[in-house]
């Protein structure tokens, strides 16, 4: 009985150290998972961090290529005998963005080319203006913004954006 219980005791002391090592290979395998899981998360982050890089380096490009917002460069504003009196051009892609002064009569003049597209007129109801404009010529638009903020300009054919009026 007594090699039995040696036997046992063997036994035993085998399922004890392969439950152990059962054990030790779990905890290496979750840790090795944990470890794959937190590489595939940077790897993520980076894709996103970059995906997120390409994207504002794109929308940056676009507003250097179209002037950027707030007032165009090309135009010209003077206040003279309290009217507000910008110039811009327009074309087939629109016009010029413009930034005014609320409590202020403003005189828009519009100069444009031969080609205005669907562009043919402008309007921004809130502003109080509905104009056609003048092709191979000037147009002037008078309105007094009241209350500060972004307004935009649409064509009044197809509704497309023209431009934007930041009221201050």
Do not use: D, H
């Not at 507000?84 to 609320?102: H, L, Y």
């Not at 043919?120 to 500060?148: D, E, M, R, W, Y």
């Not at 197809?158 to 431009?163: C, E, F, L």
């Amino acid at each position: 009985m007594s090699n039995n219980n040696n036997g046992n005791k063997n036994v035993s002391k085998q399922i004890s150290a392969n439950t152990a090592k059962k054990k030790n290979l779990e905890e290496r395998l979750a840790a090795q998972r944990a470890a794959e899981a937190a590489q595939r998360k940077k790897r993520y982050l980076l894709i996103g961090a970059a995906a997120l890089a390409v994207a504002l380096i794109t929308v940056s490009i676009i507003l250097f290529a179209s002037g950027g917002a707030g007032s165009a460069p090309g135009a010209s504003a003077s206040i003279s005998g309290g009217t507000q009196t910008i110039s811009t051009t327009s074309s087939a892609s629109g016009g010029e963005n413009i930034t005014v002064k609320a409590g202020t009569k403003v005189k828009w003049v519009i100069s444009a080319g031969s080609s205005l597209g669907c562009r043919t007129g402008i309007k921004q109801s809130a502003l109080g203006i509905n104009q056609q404009l003048t092709k191979n010529g000037t147009t002037t638009v008078t309105f007094t913004p009241t209350k500060p903020g972004k307004y935009k300009v649409v064509c009044t054919t197809m509704g497309m954006a023209y431009s934007t009026i930041t009221v201050v």
